[in-house]
């Protein structure tokens, strides 16, 4: 899996639809593995919980930039990197 900090911070001359497309895209790949992973092990349970806590965490964000809400469960770090994707996407237009 990608880094997700990463990866919203390298994105450039983007447009908020497309960052809801790249980012819903992310979600449904990471529900897909958490979903695909057995749980056999320990290994196992914890890359699936990683998978999980993924796509959760890309949920809370596309819920920013979809509805501009966010929920309570966002960390002060999402909420800061998504206050900062927003400034990007407004100064772009």
Known sequence: ????D??????????????????SSEAEAAERLANSIRTRTSTQRLK????VE???????ILLFFQHDETEPYMSDADLALCKSLERKL???G
């Open 48 to 51: 699936r919980q990683q998978a």
């Open 6 to 23: 990463a990866l919203l911070n390298s994105l450039v001359n983007i447009d908020r639809d497309s960052l809801v497309a790249i980012l």
């Open 90 to 92: 407004i100064i772009r």
């Open 54 to 60: 993924r796509a959760a965490r890309i949920n809370r």
């Open 1 to 4: 899996m990608r880094d997700l």
